[in-house]
């Protein structure tokens, strides 16, 4: 596991190493940064192999999702001493409570359009992004994605597609053109191993939806009783700096909806290790075409616990629903 992303965390802390050294010659505290430069130094010296990403008290792997935060971690949580788990625990706290501020009102209304969500971390913090924006014009704009990995690394991803998006979206640019250039900047400011599906709309007051989704899970399209879905168009966002991306154009009557999700409900297993499966949420949602959104994404919720009976999720979870006003 650690020989994977040694290299890249090697890379990074010698970057870090020529910065600290640029400002140390020019620092009015160079004692505070020498310590500094000392603990990357150290960290460069266990760049062995054999014995990288291993817990200097237990020699058990380091949690990889936190040598990946911050590649001067030496010691696994489990060999933490009791302060510095409540110090953790804190940081998580505040963490959770940070990114709770990022999420849209849980009941949503625009342009005609109505929309209701829920949004749960497998852990205290979640890798999923969802987000609802009203804009100028009138329109709803909504994106729901799926960061690579867990925990706080990804909420930290999540937290900057938030940002890129929220900004992108009060440009006004076409959506292609919006999903390619957060795209690029995702790609250029994040690892190489990261990346995030995505799915990101615009829905007009007529009830016509642009959709573009970036290798996110197709999103169902409920018109009556009819289910059907909207496939992906694009790799997911990342993967190359110079993706391009395409939309679909779908036109929605009043009482259409539209149900978007995470991994984290079709992916979800039962004890017999049987996953819950889009055939189930095909069937759930064909067979209540009338639910207002929040309704409906709490019968996706209720059906979801039947069929877990007691498993606890392992993934992060997020169901969004966008019904037109009748
Ligand atoms: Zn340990």
């Not at 969802?130 to 909420?155: I, N, P, Q, R, T």
């Not at 004890?271 to 929040?294: H, I, N, Q, T």
Request: charged letters at 20%.
């Amino acid at each position: 596991m650690a020989a994977i992303i040694e290299p890249v965390l090697r890379e990074q802390l010698i970057e870090r190493r020529q910065r600290l050294e640029t400002a140390i010659s020019g620092a009015d505290e160079p004692v505070r940064l020498a310590g500094l430069l000392q603990e990357v130094d150290a960290a460069l010296a266990r760049f062995n192999p054999d014995t990288y990403g291993l817990c200097e008290v237990c020699h058990d792997p380091v949690e990889r999702e936190r040598l990946i935060a911050d590649p001067l971690v030496s010691v696994c949580l489990g060999c933490l001493t009791p302060a510095q788990q409540r110090a953790l625990e804190q940081d998580l706290e505040l963490a959770a409570r940070i990114q709770s501020t990022l999420l849209p009102p849980r009941n949503f209304a625009s342009g005609g359009w109505r929309a209701s969500y829920h949004y749960e971390g497998a852990g205290v913090v979640s890798g999923d992004y969802c987000d609802l924006v009203s804009a100028e014009d009138g329109s709803l704009y909504f994106m729901l994605g799926d960061v690579s990995g867990k925990g706080v690394a990804a909420s930290m991803l999540m937290a900057q597609l938030h940002a890129m998006f929220r900004m992108l979206v009060s440009v006004g640019l076409p959506l292609n053109q919006l999903v390619e250039r957060a795209s690029r900047v995702f790609c250029e400011s994040t690892l190489p191993a990261h990346y995030a599906t995505l799915v990101c709309g615009r829905a007009d007051c007529s009830g016509e939806l642009e959709i573009c989704n970036a290798g996110h899970l197709p999103p169902l399209l409920v018109r009556g009783g009819d289910v059907s879905v909207i496939e992906a168009t694009g790799l997911p966002l990342g993967v190359f700096c110079n993706e391009r991306f395409t939309t679909d154009h779908v036109r929605l009557s009043q009482g259409d909806a539209l149900l978007l999700y995470t991994d984290g409900l079709s992916e979800s297993q039962n004890f017999s290790g049987e996953e819950y499966g889009r055939d189930r949420l095909f069937k759930l949602v064909g067979e209540r075409p009338a639910l207002a959104p929040a309704e409906l994404v709490a019968a996706c919720l209720k059906d979801l616990s039947a069929f877990r009976a007691g498993m606890p999720g392992t993934d992060d979870l997020t169901i969004l629903a966008l019904r037109r006003a009748d």
